[in-house]
């Protein structure tokens, strides 16, 4: 499945519109991965036991939205962006989003 930021795929025509599509994931850190990064935080830069766990959000997060767009029967999905919050200290939502449409390679 095509998936892309912009509103079109250059080499390609939408010719249907199948609608507004996410795909949503909620991750906690482990205790031993909070306790470990909070120490890390004490010396400054790159927390990286979160930066793996968001980067894996995200991959998941796109999964999700294939997904959902591949229910819809599209072919492909435009305008997909990213969205994140906290749920309390110790979670993290990504959500990722865009329309879901059907293309065709254009003559």
């Given at each position: 499945m095509l998936v892309t930021t912009t509103e079109s795929i250059p080499g390609?025509?939408?010719?249907?519109?199948?609608?507004?599509?996410?795909?949503?994931v909620v991750r906690s850190r482990g205790l031993g991965g909070n306790l470990m990064?909070?120490?890390?935080?004490?010396g400054g830069g790159?927390?990286?036991?979160?930066?793996e766990m968001l980067e894996e959000?995200?991959?998941?997060?796109?999964?999700?939205?294939?997904?959902?767009?591949?229910?819809?029967n599209a072919n492909a999905i435009v305008m997909m962006r990213f969205d994140?919050?906290?749920?309390?200290?110790t979670?993290?939502?990504i959500v990722a989003y865009g329309t879901a449409v059907v293309v065709t390679p254009e003559p």
């Open positions: 390609y025509r939408i010719t249907e519109v199948k609608g507004h599509v996410f795909g949503l990064a909070g120490l890390r935080s004490l790159e927390i990286t036991e979160y930066t959000a995200r991959r998941h997060a796109i999964d999700r939205l294939i997904k959902n767009a591949a229910l819809r994140s919050s906290e749920i309390g200290q979670m993290s939502e």
